[in-house]
């Protein structure tokens, strides 16, 4: 790892390692134990640089452990693939809903940690199981104990099925909660008010990201404490930026055509004080 960022890579990549470890994802086996059709995987870590979508910064130095799942074979290795994510016209509507109305929605974003090893494992797969080797950098790797393998209990990055698996734990809890699929859009669901939360909720997930709309912040947080206690994430509040789309807000005592912000696409919807506008800012 040839890079002067190479001690931020390494401490990523240890964080996510003993993040696995404490998920319970694997199993040590030894190689020849192994029943004559089970099949061992290589695998690797990924690194990627997050930024700030305003300010271009860098925010986190994020390390995945992905397995190379493109050698996996369907129908053999896994079954379903298919996970639907919010098209651009849904995840439009729920931040416009908050222009084109006088409710003033609460729009907040919570971001699940790991969240394919958060959701239930699929049966599926030859025996139910699979196996990969110690990625490079793992206590196993490059030593005399070769002959190690890892049972992965968890559904991680780069196995086909792993949406598909996170979609399916996501929507079985919504659908627990009362949440009703958003029409023709499966990753949005919407809950309706009742005597459990006050107001109406509606929330599009795309993988890790979650962007949640409420009329009501005291609804909002309840709804967060309890997403929260299911799923391991963090609240990141109101919505400063979302996959790459920055928000702001008009306050209401400040005339529009004082804005010092570009507003995108604002002839599309009524200029009505004190709500969410967005725009795209280059990455």
């Not at 979609?167 to 009362?178: A, I, P, R, V």
């Not at 009505?272 to 280059?282: A, D, K, R, V």
């Amino acid at each position: 790892m040839a890079s002067h960022f190479r001690p931020f890579w390494l401490t990523s990549e240890q964080e996510e390692w003993d993040d696995l470890w404490k998920w319970i994802c694997f199993k040590v086996w030894n190689r020849s134990d192994l029943a004559p059709d089970d099949r061992v995987f290589t695998s690797r870590h990924v690194y990627k640089l997050k930024r700030d979508a305003i300010s271009g910064k860098v925010s986190r130095f994020k390390a995945r452990l992905i397995v190379q799942g493109f050698k996996m074979q369907q129908d053999v290795n896994y079954n379903g693939t298919f996970s639907p994510t919010p098209g651009s016209t849904a995840t439009w509507t729920i931040i416009r809903v908050s222009i084109a109305t006088a409710e003033d929605l609460e729009l907040h974003s919570v971001d699940f940690t790991q969240a394919f090893i958060q959701s239930d494992r699929l049966p599926e797969g030859v025996n139910g199981r699979f196996f990969i080797s110690p990625p490079p950098g793992s206590p196993h790797a490059n030593t005399s104990q070769s002959g190690i393998v890892y049972e992965v209990f968890q559904t991680l990055y780069g196995v086909p099925s792993s949406p598909h698996a996170l979609h399916k734990t996501l929507d079985c809890y919504f659908k627990s909660e009362g949440f009703t699929n958003a029409r023709f859009e499966e990753s949005v669901w919407r809950r309706p008010a009742d005597a459990k939360y006050a107001a109406d909720i509606v929330i599009s997930c795309h993988v890790n990201d979650s962007l949640i709309a409420c009329s009501s912040l005291l609804v909002m947080r309840k709804f967060k404490l309890a997403l929260l206690q299911r799923f391991n994430g963090t609240d990141e509040g109101p919505v400063p930026q979302y996959l790459g789309v920055s928000s702001f807000v008009i306050d209401p005592i400040i005339p529009l055509n004082s804005c010092k912000q570009p507003i995108l696409n604002a002839s599309s919807a009524p200029l009505t004080c004190g709500m969410w506008f967005i725009l795209l800012l280059p990455l």
